[in-house]
């Protein structure tokens, strides 16, 4: 592709994202007004999407599977102890 092509689809992309820019900065005024006369607050926020719900899950699934392993890991360590303890003894003994 010509360079003059890959320059004006870039400042098409930058331009978009202006306008965009702009016409949220416009319009949150009118936002704020019919947010006020319908008796919506502002901060709510809005139900979380199915990739949100589906994110917050795998995150908890995460934090869960890592306690586990933590007192896994916990759990066979106390044991080795155990166990060398148990070696150390009966090495004074004999």
């Given at each position: 592709?010509?360079?003059?092509?890959?320059?004006?689809?870039?400042?098409?992309?930058?331009?978009?994202?202006?306008?965009?820019?702009?016409?949220?900065?416009?319009l949150?005024?009118?936002?704020?007004?019919?947010?006020?006369?319908?008796?919506?607050?502002?901060?709510?926020?809005?139900?979380?999407?199915?990739?949100?719900?589906?994110?917050a899950?795998?995150?908890?699934?995460?934090?869960r599977?890592?306690?586990?392993?933590?007192?896994?890991?916990?759990?066979?360590?106390?044991?080795?102890?155990?166990?060398r303890?148990?070696?150390a003894a009966?090495?004074t003994?004999a």
């Amino acid at each position: 592709m010509s360079k003059h092509f890959e320059d004006a689809r870039y400042y098409l992309g930058r331009a978009a994202e202006h306008a965009k820019a702009g016409v949220k900065e416009e319009l949150e005024p009118v936002e704020a007004r019919v947010k006020d006369l319908v008796g919506v607050e502002a901060d709510d926020e809005p139900e979380p999407s199915r990739l949100d719900r589906l994110q917050a899950d795998l995150k908890e699934l995460e934090e869960r599977a890592e306690g586990e392993a933590r007192e896994a890991v916990a759990s066979a360590r106390e044991r080795v102890a155990a166990y060398r303890g148990r070696d150390a003894a009966e090495e004074t003994e004999a």
